[in-house]
C-alpha cells in the first residue's frame, strides 16, 4: 500500500494523518487513535481508542497493511519536467511528448493531457532519445521534480 493511499483512507474515515520520520499517526480532535512505529513496524493503540468504532476498524486495517508493505513500495515514483535551464533562455519551456505521435518538443502550453505528456518518470527519462538525455547530461535542460 502506498502511503497516499493510507493517508485517503484515513481522511475519508474522517481522521487526522500525519507523518513523520519515525512514525505515523492517526488522530482526531487531538488525540491520538493509532501509531505506526516505522522502524519496528508495531502498532500502538492511543488512548482516545475507548470504543472500536467501522471507522477505527478501517484505518487500523489499513494501517496493518501498510506496515506490511515492503518499504520501497510505499511511497510514490517521483515524477519530473525537463524544462529548459534558465540561463539559457528566459522562457520557462517544458519538454512535451507527443503521444500519438511519439515525437518530442518544447511547449510554455498546458496541452491536452490525454495527447501529450510533460511530465515523466525517471524510468521514462531514462528511455528519451540519446539527444535528450545528452542535453540533460550538459546542463542544457534540467529534471525539475514535480509534487
Given at each position: 500500500?502506498?502511503?497516499?493511499?493510507?493517508?485517503?483512507?484515513?481522511?475519508?474515515?474522517?481522521?487526522?494523518?500525519?507523518?513523520?520520520?519515525?512514525?505515523?499517526?492517526?488522530?482526531?480532535?487531538y488525540?491520538?487513535a493509532?501509531?505506526?512505529?516505522l522502524?519496528?513496524?508495531s502498532i500502538?493503540?492511543?488512548?482516545?481508542?475507548?470504543?472500536?468504532?467501522?471507522?477505527?476498524?478501517?484505518?487500523?486495517?489499513?494501517?496493518?497493511?501498510?506496515?506490511?508493505?515492503?518499504?520501497?513500495?510505499?511511497?510514490?515514483?517521483k515524477?519530473y519536467?525537463?524544462?529548459?535551464?534558465?540561463?539559457?533562455s528566459?522562457?520557462?519551456?517544458?519538454?512535451?511528448?507527443?503521444?500519438?505521435?511519439?515525437?518530442?518538443?518544447?511547449?510554455?502550453?498546458?496541452?491536452?493531457e490525454?495527447?501529450?505528456?510533460?511530465?515523466?518518470?525517471?524510468?521514462?527519462?531514462?528511455?528519451?532519445?540519446?539527444e535528450?538525455?545528452?542535453?540533460?547530461?550538459c546542463?542544457?535542460?534540467?529534471k525539475?521534480?514535480v509534487?
Open positions: 500500500m502506498k502511503t497516499s493511499e493510507l493517508k485517503r483512507i484515513v481522511e475519508e474515515n474522517e481522521f487526522d494523518f500525519k507523518k513523520t520520520k519515525k512514525f505515523i499517526y492517526i488522530s482526531f480532535s488525540l491520538e493509532m501509531k505506526l512505529d522502524q519496528d513496524h500502538t493503540l492511543g488512548d482516545g481508542v475507548k470504543l472500536v468504532t467501522d471507522t477505527i476498524k478501517n484505518c487500523m486495517v489499513a494501517l496493518i497493511e501498510y506496515s506490511l508493505t515492503p518499504l520501497n513500495e510505499r511511497e510514490e515514483e515524477k519536467r525537463i524544462i529548459v535551464d534558465n540561463t539559457i528566459q522562457l520557462n519551456d517544458c519538454l512535451t511528448l507527443r503521444v500519438t505521435k511519439n515525437t518530442y518538443y518544447f511547449s510554455l502550453f498546458n496541452d491536452n490525454e495527447l501529450f505528456q510533460r511530465i515523466f518518470t525517471q524510468q521514462e527519462i531514462d528511455n528519451f532519445p540519446a535528450i538525455k545528452g542535453a540533460i547530461l546542463g542544457f535542460l534540467r525539475v521534480e509534487e
